[in-house]
């Protein structure tokens, strides 16, 4: 049986050398291609923009894409030993943890890590982009005194109604509520889960856990919430959608937007080189106009990048925007099964 298997690999090998040699050019057009996964919608529309269009003016490279990006997928496809994704648009937490197991190390010269923020690589990652976990409140709802630091997020008394937030550990609450509770943001970390939870539960009452980063717009729109602690590009997308919203610009997380490849691809080689060029100057530039995220470059000047007043607004990483915490990546990687399952538990209590 395994001799008739191995018979019909050589055979299915003599075929594709033989298609190789009759069709050159259709051989040159498989390895051009790469299929790109992410979240789907205007997200990825701007992906297409900003950083697929120019590489394939440059390179002659054509990209399938596909949503959504998701880690149960990649497993199932290193598994069968079938990858059709090459590159993904998804957390990085994912990468770090099964990096070389379900994700390709990044060994191209052209991603200098050098180029980016300290503690924002891995050997599996880069970032493509920089967001913040913003801290805003509804101007309607406040026309006398209004919030202006972390600590009021957690005070119901003088800032009343709901506080919309991701139902997602790593969303920023936990660092805020260590911050708001007295601890200094250079000492965040290791997260004291527990006390962290101890303050949430001081307004466990007025907290609204939302399913998606969508929802979370509706209910701000609606003015279901007072409050709301969410991404960067929600935030603009909500402001847009008619929402009074302000931002609090005192402690503030800030994470990390990344490609990662997943194990197997069929184009790895080809995969890197687009994600060398997605993360250059230029493309990181038109990116951030077109997201109103930041660009992960360090030699990118964001007083050079036209953003609107509203994508200013919600943009944690222009001067003046008090304290920025990047979130710790190896202590994510290493707990973050430990966290979500405390954080379910806790939702429940």
Not at 71 to 78: F, L, P
Not at 166 to 172: A, T, V
Not at 176 to 183: H, I, S, T, Y
Not at 200 to 207: Q, V
Request: charged letters at 20%; glycine letters at 6%; a neutral charge.
């Amino acid at each position: 049986m395994r001799h008739n298997h191995l018979l019909a690999l050589a055979a299915t090998g003599l075929l594709l050398a033989a298609t190789a040699a009759c069709g050159a050019n259709s051989s040159t057009e498989a390895t051009k291609t790469l299929t790109w996964a992410s979240t789907g919608g205007q997200f990825q529309e701007d992906e297409k923009k900003a950083l697929q269009e120019p590489f394939t003016a440059k390179s002659g490279t054509k990209f399938v894409n596909v949503s959504p990006a998701d880690a149960s997928q990649v497993k199932a496809m290193v598994a069968s030993g079938n990858t059709a994704w090459d590159l993904a648009n998804m957390s990085w937490i994912y990468a770090g943890a099964y990096c070389g197991e379900l994700y390709e190390k990044l060994d191209d010269p052209a991603l200098d890590r050098s180029k980016f923020p300290p503690g924002t690589t891995h050997d599996c990652f880069v970032p493509t982009y920089r967001y913040a976990n913003v801290f805003s409140y509804n101007a309607d709802m406040f026309k006398g005194e209004a919030p202006s630091k972390i600590a009021d997020f957690f005070d119901v008394k003088r800032f009343p109604g709901k506080r919309i937030v991701h139902d997602y550990p790593k969303s920023g609450l936990l660092e805020a509520a260590l911050v708001a509770d007295g601890v200094a943001p250079d000492k965040v970390y290791p997260l004291d889960l527990e006390r962290a939870l101890r303050k949430l539960d001081t307004i466990k009452s007025s907290l609204v856990f939302a399913p998606s980063y969508g929802a979370i717009q509706q209910m701000m729109v609606d003015k279901q919430g007072s409050m709301v602690l969410t991404v960067t590009a929600r935030s603009i997308v909500t402001a847009q959608s008619g929402a009074n919203l302000k931002a609090v610009w005192d402690f503030t997380t800030v994470d990390i937007g990344a490609l990662v490849i997943p194990k197997g691809s069929p184009n790895k080689a080809l995969a890197q080189q687009a994600l060398a060029f997605v993360t250059e100057p230029a493309q990181a530039k038109t990116y951030a106009e077109l997201t109103g995220t930041a660009p992960a470059r360090t030699d990118v000047d964001i007083s050079t990048i036209g953003y609107s007043d509203v994508q200013k607004a919600f943009n944690a990483f222009l001067p003046d925007r008090g304290t920025l915490l990047e979130q710790d990546k190896p202590w994510w990687i290493e707990n973050t099964d430990m966290v979500t399952k405390r954080w379910t538990s806790w939702k429940v209590s």
